[in-house]
């Protein structure tokens, strides 16, 4: 029979940051230190999100839960916080695991500089993203201008004698992002632009779609309603048009996969290595 080639991306599932906060709250389980609680979900994941609350994790959504704590460790995700947080944090005593990814640490420093010389400040991204409410909560006094589109860009003034900072979410779109950056960059003088995107999405597709080029079958794994996996089954079904798009291995139980060949493997930003392990396995054994 002949050999069959399984080639799975080195950028498939957990980016560098979500990889770094998952690793830090199964940490403070391993350390015994309870209770443990994270502010809003440690990954969009339901099966990590449920093991760790099966290990005793439990999530809280708001300021108002986290004013109720009296004890205990609260774990801040890679989307990181508002400053005031980490205030209240310390003033309820609770004991603090900052796993905000560096890359996002980076854009808060940016921002709190240019607001303490009371610049203007813009942010290209969502502003219903958690990231970007978090960036905002360290620009002090200063209300920063969130721009998501090239028709909010068209709007921007800054005022007369006045400098302005720019920065971006990590996971905005590259090629939106300079175009966005060229209206505003039109209408103000004194600006100084921080490209603050992060390369871990753009790298994970790129080498999906080389992978996908070169392979007879591509699986894509992640959860049906993640965006950036939607994204990277688009990418995958344009160059390989025998395209899996599942969540676990269960999904490949009824797929036919006797003439596969070369067989390419990429997953989303929140799927575990496990669930990639156990997808390898299995196309590696079933012919
Ligand atoms: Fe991930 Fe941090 Fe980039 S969380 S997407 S490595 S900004």
Redesign the pocket.
């Known amino acids: 029979m002949e050999e069959r080639t399984v080639t799975t991306a080195r950028t498939a599932g957990f980016?560098?940051?979500?990889k770094r906060a998952v690793d830090k709250v199964y940490e403070q389980i391993e350390q015994g230190k309870t209770p443990i609680y994270t502010y809003g979900p440690i990954i969009h994941n339901e099966e990590v999100v449920g093991d760790l609350e099966s290990k005793g994790v439990r999530v809280i959504h708001s300021e108002e839960e986290l004013k109720q704590l009296k004890e205990g460790t609260i774990v801040l995700r890679?989307h990181g916080v508002s400053e005031h947080i980490y205030d209240l944090i310390r003033e309820r005593g609770l004991k603090c695991v900052d796993a905000t990814?560096p890359?996002?640490i980076k854009i808060h420093q940016i921002v709190k500089k240019a607001a303490e010389n009371d610049d203007e400040i813009i942010i290209i991204g969502n502003e219903d993203h958690p990231e970007v409410r978090g960036i905002r909560g360290w620009c002090k006094k200063v209300t920063p201008m969130i721009v998501a589109d090239l028709d909010e860009a068209e709007k921007i003034v800054i005022s007369e004698g006045k400098k302005a900072c720019l920065v971006s979410q990590?996971?905005f779109n590259y090629n939106y992002f300079k175009e966005i950056v060229e209206i505003i960059i039109k209408n103000c003088y004194n600006i100084s632009v921080v490209n603050t995107i992060?390369s871990?999405?753009e790298e994970r597709q790129t080498e999906a779609r080389q992978i996908a080029r070169q392979a007879d079958t591509m699986i894509v794994i992640g959860g049906k309603t993640s965006s950036n996996t939607q994204k990277l089954y688009e990418i995958c079904r344009k160059e390989c048009k025998n395209c899996y798009y599942i969540q676990t291995v269960e999904d490949l139980y009824h797929s036919d996969l006797r003439n596969a060949k070369n067989v390419g493997i990429t997953a989303g930003?929140s799927t575990p290595n496990k669930i990639i392990e156990e997808v390898q396995k299995y196309v590696r054994r079933e012919f």
Do not use: K, R
């Not at 980016?15 to 979500?18: E, I, M, P």
């Open positions: 980016c560098f940051g979500v890679s990814c890359f996002v990590t996971t992060c871990a999405t930003a």
